[in-house]
C-alpha cells in the first residue's frame, strides 16, 4: 500500500511537471465532446493559438472527464496535472457552501449580463479567488468567471407550476440549487451534465436543470423530455477559468493579459450566440407539434424566488467564506438597484 501511494504521487508529480512546463495548456471543460459549448469552445480555441502565434503559449480544451473526475479538477490544477479548469463552479460545493453561492444564486440575478458584471467588476472574482487561496494552497489563479446562459430545464413530464414539482425526481448540482428544489417539493438527485441524458433515457430522472437550450439540444435532450421549460425557472450555473499559479507565472506579462481580455470576450460572445440560438429553437419548436415548451406565470416564478431567498441565508450561514460571498452579492445587488 505504501508503495502504490509513493507510485501514484510520483505518476502526479511527473504530470505536474509536464503540463506546467508545456507550451501547451490544457483546459478541461464540463461539457461533453460534441456539445454545443465544445464547438463553441474550439473556436475560440483557435483565435487564441491565432493570437499567441506559433512561437507562443498554445491553448486545448478538452471534454468533462477527459483527464480526472469533473469533482476533482480543483486538486488537478493546483497540482499541475490540468493547466486549466472551465468548469461550473458549483460542482465543488461539497468542500465549502462558497462555491455553491458563487456558482448559482439560485433566482438572484434577471439577467446573465447582471451576474457576469458581479463576476467581473463587482468582487465576485475576487471573492472566487479567496476561497481558491483557501482550497488550493494559493496554487491557483482565477481568470474569471460567469454564466452564459440562463438555463433552460428539461422535463420529460409537463411541469407548468412550482406545485408541479412536488415528488419530481430530478437532477441538479449540489449546494444552492438543491436545497432550492427540496424546498419547492422536489427530490434532487447529483449527477454531472454528461450523465443527464442517459438518466432521462432510462427514467432514473424526470427532469433536469441542465444547460442553455441549445446545448440541451444538441446534447439529445429534447429527444427524451419534451416538455422543456423556457425561460429557465431559477439557474444561471456559474463557469470559471482557473489556471495553474505556475502555468500563469510562465506565461508572458502580454499573455496573462491577453488571457484575460480572451475570456471575457468569449464569455460575452457565448452569451449573445447561446441567447440567439436559444430563441431561435424556441421558436422553431413551438411552431411544430413534437416538443410543448412551458414558459411558467410569473406568480410562479415569484413563488420560487421566495423560497430561494430563505435559502440564501440558511446555506450562508454553513460557513464563513460562505456568509462573505452571500454579502458580496447583496453589496453589489443593492448597488445595482436589485435589491433595497
Not at 173 to 198: C, I, N, Q
Request: proline share 3%.
Amino acid at each position: 500500500m505504501i508503495r502504490m501511494k509513493l507510485t501514484l504521487s510520483a505518476i502526479a508529480l511527473v504530470m505536474s511537471t509536464t503540463v506546467v512546463n508545456a507550451d501547451t495548456i490544457k483546459i478541461q471543460a464540463s461539457s461533453r465532446a460534441g456539445d454545443w459549448a465544445m464547438q463553441f469552445y474550439q473556436v475560440w480555441v483557435e483565435k487564441w493559438n491565432t493570437m499567441a502565434g506559433p512561437d507562443g503559449t498554445q491553448m486545448e480544451v478538452l471534454p468533462t472527464q477527459a483527464v480526472v473526475p469533473y469533482k476533482e479538477t480543483i486538486d488537478a490544477v493546483a497540482n499541475g496535472i490540468l493547466a486549466g479548469d472551465l468548469n461550473a463552479i458549483s460542482y465543488f460545493t461539497g468542500r465549502d457552501q462558497a462555491f455553491s453561492i458563487l456558482g448559482d444564486l439560485i433566482s438572484g440575478y434577471d439577467t446573465v449580463d447582471q451576474m457576469q458584471t458581479f463576476c467581473q467588476y463587482g468582487g465576485g472574482k475576487e471573492m472566487l479567488q479567496k476561497v481558491y487561496d483557501k482550497y488550493t494552497n494559493g496554487n491557483t489563479v482565477v481568470i474569471g468567471c460567469g454564466p452564459y446562459t440562463r438555463e433552460a430545464f428539461v422535463s420529460s413530464i409537463p411541469i407548468n407550476t412550482i406545485d408541479d414539482l412536488k415528488g419530481v425526481k430530478l437532477r441538479s448540482p449540489e449546494g444552492l440549487a438543491s436545497e432550492v428544489f427540496k424546498r419547492a417539493g422536489a427530490s434532487p438527485v447529483a449527477l454531472p451534465f454528461s450523465e443527464v441524458y442517459t438518466s432521462l433515457e432510462k427514467g432514473l430522472v424526470q427532469a433536469a436543470d441542465a444547460s442553455s437550450y441549445v446545448n440541451n439540444d444538441t446534447s439529445g435532450m429534447h429527444k427524451v423530455a419534451k416538455y422543456p421549460i423556457y425561460p429557465g425557472i431559477h439557474s444561471m450555473a456559474v463557469l470559471q477559468l482557473v489556471i495553474n499559479k505556475r502555468a500563469f507565472e510562465k506565461m508572458s506579462a502580454s499573455e496573462q493579459t491577453m488571457l484575460e481580455v480572451w475570456y471575457t470576450a468569449m464569455n460575452t460572445s457565448m452569451r449573445r450566440m447561446s441567447d440567439m440560438e436559444d430563441k431561435r429553437l424556441v421558436a422553431e419548436h413551438k411552431a411544430g407539434d413534437d416538443i410543448t415548451v412551458v414558459d411558467w406565470a410569473q406568480e410562479d416564478r415569484d413563488k420560487m424566488r421566495a423560497i430561494a431567498v430563505e435559502a440564501w441565508e440558511d446555506v450562508a450561514d454553513k460557513s464563513p467564506l460562505a456568509r462573505e460571498a452571500l454579502d458580496a452579492h447583496l453589496k453589489f445587488m443593492k448597488q445595482m438597484g436589485l435589491l433595497k
